[in-house]
């Protein structure tokens, strides 16, 4: 999947990740009406209008980017319902040829792990049957139990082709307080990325390892050491727009090749119909005001990168 990744964001010139993070409140008037009047103002009304959301933003985008990232929880306030939902765009986006990177932020110890890693990358058997069940193509990890815990998930990206994005270092603005500790002199954020780096090293596709790493965009100068001290890995940078981060901060996110680095923006895009820059396309031209925020993405990644040359 590693190489599927690399081959379309080669093609579309964009490394970066529409971030599908429904909220109810951005979904427009018109589309939560016609969903209430279907299902009521019910879980499954809400799950309906964020899915109908959803699938026009993808409709809009899909031929402009190679990888969208649906974070689970959006989907979870919303119940069993939500989490239909959250299939159902795992499932589209697929039919659509976009990488899925499911932001589940999982990790647990072993056996649980394991469970966690079969229902969102491998598949479950029930008697003499396999199923898939969530069936995303990466999802991100959370580190904190160790190598116990993160071990099934890279068993089953081994056997099923897929990937991990393992939380190094967090774009929140309290990420520090453990993440920065030092630990021997050296900040845990930088243990955890030679870590991340490791368990890559036998899980290499091409030129980069599937085990990758998310480090936020608002903390530039954290990526630019990590992205060194983990060169075969894929970063996924969350951070950009909503939460401050730029063009002009991810530049060293990259390697030389121009690639290693894939950057979200989830609120930035979905919801850019309600900022002022997209305001002309209204409410109803939603999904088209998310293709500008894409472009517009595009174009300031594209600058920076062109500059550091
Ligand atoms: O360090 C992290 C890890 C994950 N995220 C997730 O990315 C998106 C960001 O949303 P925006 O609207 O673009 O701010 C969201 O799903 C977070 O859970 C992150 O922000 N930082």
New binding site residues.
């Given amino acids: 999947m590693i190489q599927k990744l690399i081959q379309k964001i080669q093609k579309t010139h964009a490394p970066i990740v529409v ?1 599908l ?1 429904p909220m109810l409140s951005y979904v427009p008037a018109h589309i939560q009406k016609r969903a209430f009047e279907e299902h009521g103002e019910t879980l499954e009304g809400a799950a309906e209008a964020i899915w109908q959301y959803n699938k026009e933003i993808v409709d809009h985008v899909y031929d402009l980017i190679p990888a969208v ?1 649906p ?1 689970i ?2 989907y979870e306030q919303f119940g069993i319902p939500g989490l239909v939902a959250f299939k159902k765009t795992v499932d589209y986006c697929k039919s659509k040829d976009l990488v899925v990177i499911g ?1 589940i ?1 999982r990790g647990d110890i072993g056996s649980t792990s394991a469970a966690y890693a079969v229902g969102h990358l491998g598949k479950v058997k029930v008697g003499n049957n396999s199923f898939a069940g969530f069936d995303e193509d990466f999802v ?1 990890v959370n580190p904190y139990l160790g190598t116990d815990g993160v071990k099934p998930f890279v068993d089953v990206c081994k056997e099923e082709k897929k990937g991990l994005f393992i ?1 190094v ?4 603005p309290s ?1 520090g307080e453990f993440q920065d500790r030092l630990i021997d002199g050296r900040p845990l954020y930088e243990l955890v990325g030679e870590q991340v780096a490791k368990w890559g090293e036998d899980c290499m596709g091409d030129d980069y390892s599937y085990i990758g790493a ?3 965009a608002t903390y530039p100068e954290q990526g630019k050491v990590l992205r060194k001290i983990m060169p075969k890995s894929f970063i ?1 940078v ?6 401050g981060g730029k063009g002009a901060d991810l530049v060293h996110f990259f390697n030389e090749d121009g690639l290693g680095a894939i950057v ?7 919801a850019a119909y309600k900022q002022e820059q997209y305001a002309k396309y209204g409410e109803e031209h939603f999904a088209e005001a998310s293709r500008a925020a894409v472009e517009a993405m595009i174009a300031d990644i594209g600058t920076a990168l062109e500059r550091a040359k």
């Avoid at 979200?264 to 979905?270: D, Q």
């Fill in positions: 971030g993070d990232k974070q929880a959006m932001d932020k991100t939380l270092k967090t774009s929140n990420s998310v480090v936020g996924l969350p951070g950009y727009g909503a939460q979200n923006s989830s609120r930035g895009i979905i």
